[in-house]
C-alpha cells in the first residue's frame, strides 16, 4: 500500500537561473484583492440606500416643521436610522458578502497560499468601510442643506458622536451578517436582515428600561437617544427628562464588544471552510491518483479487444461485399449506399461490424410522434414550475396566523393597520422579488425560448394570483368587528375597509411589478434595501394621522392602502397612480429583459 505525499510544484518561473522564491500575499495584496471583488456589489451599494434614507429624513423635516431646532430639527426624525435601517442593512451587506464569495468560489484563494485568517480579516475590514461610508453619507447631505439654508454647523459634536456609535453599531452587524452568511449559507441573505430587523426593534422598545444593561439588543439604540434628542419611540425629548443624561459610553463599547464576538465567529467560519476546502482537495487528488491508475489498465483491456495493428497495411482499403437489402443504408443525404467493390479502410471494419451487431430499439408510434412534433408550448405554463411555491404558500400561512392572532387578542383597530401597512405590501414585495429571483438562474436559456415581456407577464400573473388567494383571506381576517356600511358615517355609506379592499389589487400589483423590476436590474441587496426603506417612509407618513393629512403621503406609495382608507377622496387618484407606476415597472423588466441575460448578477 502507497501513501499520498504532497510534492512541491515548481513553475517555469521558479525555475529560471537566478529566480527568487515568491512570497506568499500580505494583508495589503489580499485586501487589495477584496476591494476589487467587492466592485458593484451590496457592500457599496447599501451607502446608497443610506443616502436616499437621509434625503428622505430631510424631505420630511422641512415638510412636516413638527420638531424645534438645528436645521428643521432634522435631527429628531434621524430616530428609525437606528432603530429599524441600519442595523438590518449592515446585516445584509456582511451577508451578501458571504453568499458573492460562496458563489464566485471565493475567487480562486481558497486554493491558493492565502492564509483563512487573512482572508477573514480583510473582508471584515472592508466591511468596516463600508460602514463608515454609510455614516458619513447619511451626514453629509444633511450638513451640506444646513450649510446652504445659513443654518451653520449645528451641534456638530453630537451627530459626529452619534455616527461614531452607529459605525461600530453597523460593522457588528456586518461582521455578523458574514458569519451567518459562512455557517448557513443562502438561507442567511434573508434571515441575516430580518433577525436584525427583530433585534432592532426590541432595542427601540426596551432602550429606556433600566435592565438595559443587560440586554444586548438596547446596546446600539440608547446611546443615540440623548444625541438626537429624542424618545425611543420618535418623540421629541422634554425639558428634564433623564433621557438627557443618558450616558453614552457603554452602550458603544457593548457594541463594540458584540462586534468582536462577530469576529471571532467570522474566523471560526473561514477556518471551516478552509478544512472543507482542504478535505475537497484530498478527495480531488485521491480521485485523480485513481484515475491514472486505472487509466493504463483501462487501455490495456481496450487493445486487447481491438485487432492487432499492422501498421502501414492498416489503412489499406479492403473489399467489402454488398450489405443486405434489409440493412442497406439509405442513399441522398446521408451519404451514397455502398456498392460492390467499394473499399474501406481496414481500421474501420471493426466499427462497422460493431454498428451493426448493435441492438435495435424499437420506439412506440407514441413516442415517435412525440418527438417529429413538439406539440404546443406555453410560456405561461412553463414559467409555473420555476416558482416557488412552497415558500409561498409557508408566508400565506404565517400572515393568516398573524393575523388572527392579532384579531383575537386585540381588535380590527390593530388588525387592520397590521394589513395595510405591513401584511400586503410586504407580501406584494416578496412575491415580485421572489419570483425573479427563482428565474434569475435560468434566466439566460428562458430569454432564447420567448420573449422577456411574455416570460414578465406570465410572472407578475401568477405572483397576482397568489397575492388574490392569500391577501383576500387576510382583509377578511383583518376586517372582523369593522363595519363595511356604517350608517352614521360621513364617508357616502362605505367603511374604511370597502375603500381599502377597493384600492390593494392596484397597489399590490404596483409593488410586486416594482420588486420584480428591482431585483432584475439591481440584485437581491438592492431590493432589499428598497423595500427596507419603502417600509419606513410607509410607516412613518401613512402610519402618523398629522403626517398623512399632508401632500407627504405621495411620497409613501407602500401605505397608500392605509392612506385611502384614512382619506377615502383619494382611492381613485391611488388606484390610477399605482396602476401607471406598475406598467411602467412592467416596462422597464421587459425592456431590460435581453440586456439582464447577457450579465451576471449579484
Do not use: K
Request: hydrophobic share 55%.
Amino acid at each position: 500500500m502507497s501513501t499520498a505525499t504532497s510534492v512541491p510544484i515548481t513553475t517555469r518561473a521558479d525555475s529560471l537561473p537566478g529566480a527568487r522564491p515568491r512570497r506568499l500575499p500580505g494583508l495589503g495584496a489580499v485586501l487589495r484583492a477584496e476591494l476589487g471583488r467587492s466592485r458593484r456589489t451590496a457592500t457599496w451599494g447599501i451607502p446608497v440606500a443610506v443616502v436616499v434614507f437621509s434625503l428622505h429624513a430631510l424631505l420630511v423635516a422641512h415638510a412636516a416643521l413638527t420638531a424645534d431646532g438645528w436645521n428643521d430639527g432634522v435631527l429628531p426624525w434621524l430616530n428609525p436610522y437606528p432603530a429599524a435601517f441600519a442595523l438590518p442593512m449592515g446585516a445584509l451587506t456582511g451577508v451578501m458578502a458571504a453568499w458573492r464569495e460562496r458563489r464566485h468560489r471565493a475567487g480562486g484563494t481558497a486554493w491558493r497560499g492565502v492564509s483563512p485568517a487573512l482572508s477573514a480579516t480583510a473582508r471584515v475590514s472592508v466591511l468596516a468601510v463600508s460602514a463608515l461610508v454609510s455614516q458619513a453619507l447619511l451626514l453629509a447631505p444633511i450638513v451640506i442643506d444646513a450649510l446652504i439654508r445659513g443654518a451653520g454647523w449645528g451641534p456638530w459634536s453630537q451627530y459626529l458622536l452619534f455616527a461614531l456609535v452607529m459605525w461600530v453599531s453597523v460593522t457588528g452587524a456586518s461582521v455578523w451578517g458574514l458569519a451567518l452568511g459562512q455557517w448557513l449559507g443562502g438561507i442567511a441573505v434573508g434571515l441575516a436582515p430580518a433577525l436584525a430587523l427583530v433585534w432592532s426593534a426590541a432595542g427601540a422598545l426596551q432602550a429606556e428600561t433600566p435592565t438595559w444593561w443587560a440586554r444586548p439588543w438596547t446596546w446600539a439604540m440608547r446611546p443615540t437617544l440623548p444625541l438626537l434628542e429624542v424618545h425611543a419611540n420618535g418623540i421629541s425629548l422634554e425639558a428634564g427628562s433623564p433621557v438627557w443624561n443618558y450616558p453614552v459610553a457603554p452602550g458603544a463599547l457593548g457594541s463594540a464588544g458584540l462586534c468582536l464576538l462577530g469576529v471571532g465567529a467570522v474566523l471560526l467560519g473561514a477556518r471551516r471552510a478552509s478544512a472543507l476546502t482542504g478535505a475537497r482537495r484530498a478527495a480531488g487528488a485521491l480521485a485523480v491518483q485513481r484515475l491514472f491508475t486505472l487509466r493504463p489498465r483501462f487501455w490495456a483491456r481496450t487493445q486487447a479487444a481491438e485487432p492487432a495493428s499492422t501498421g502501414p497495411l492498416d489503412t489499406m482499403p479492403t473489399p467489402v461485399s454488398a450489405p443486405d437489402a434489409s440493412i442497406s443504408a439509405p442513399s441522398g443525404p446521408v451519404g451514397p449506399a455502398l456498392t460492390q467493390g467499394h473499399a474501406v479502410p481496414a481500421g474501420r471494419t471493426v466499427v462497422a461490424g460493431r454498428i451493426a451487431h448493435a441492438p435495435q430499439h424499437s420506439l412506440s408510434p407514441a413516442v415517435l410522434a412525440g418527438l417529429t412534433s413538439p406539440g404546443s408550448r406555453s410560456a405561461f405554463r412553463a414559467v409555473a414550475l420555476g416558482l416557488p411555491w412552497r415558500l409561498w404558500l409557508m408566508l400565506t400561512a404565517v400572515l393568516l396566523g398573524l393575523l388572527g392572532l392579532t384579531q383575537a387578542v386585540y381588535s380590527a383597530a390593530y388588525a387592520l393597520p397590521l394589513f395595510t401597512l405591513a401584511g400586503a405590501p410586504i407580501a406584494a414585495w416578496v412575491a415580485g422579488a421572489t419570483a425573479w429571483r427563482a428565474q434569475a438562474d435560468a434566466w439566460r436559456g428562458l430569454v432564447l425560448r420567448a420573449r422577456p415581456a411574455a416570460l414578465t407577464a406570465s410572472t407578475l400573473t401568477w405572483a397576482m394570483a397568489l397575492l388574490a388567494a392569500a391577501l383576500i383571506p387576510a382583509w377578511a381576517i383583518a376586517r372582523l368587528g369593522a363595519p363595511l356600511f356604517p350608517t352614521d358615517s360621513e364617508l357616502g355609506g362605505l367603511g374604511a375597509p370597502v375603500y381599502t379592499f377597493m384600492v390593494m389589487p392596484f397597489v399590490v400589483f404596483m409593488l410586486a411589478a416594482l420588486a420584480h423590476a428591482v431585483a432584475e436590474v439591481a440584485g437581491t441587496a438592492v431590493t432589499v434595501g428598497v423595500g427596507v426603506g419603502l417600509f419606513l417612509m410607509g410607516l412613518i407618513i401613512d402610519g402618523n394621522e398629522v403626517l398623512v393629512a399632508t401632500p407627504l403621503w405621495q411620497l409613501a406609495p407602500w401605505g397608500w392602502i392605509q392612506a385611502a382608507g384614512t382619506y377615502p377622496g383619494r382611492w381613485a387618484a391611488i388606484a390610477a397612480a399605482s396602476l401607471a407606476i406598475g406598467v411602467a415597472a412592467f416596462a422597464v423588466s421587459a425592456a431590460r429583459g435581453r440586456a439582464v441575460a447577457t450579465r451576471q448578477t449579484e
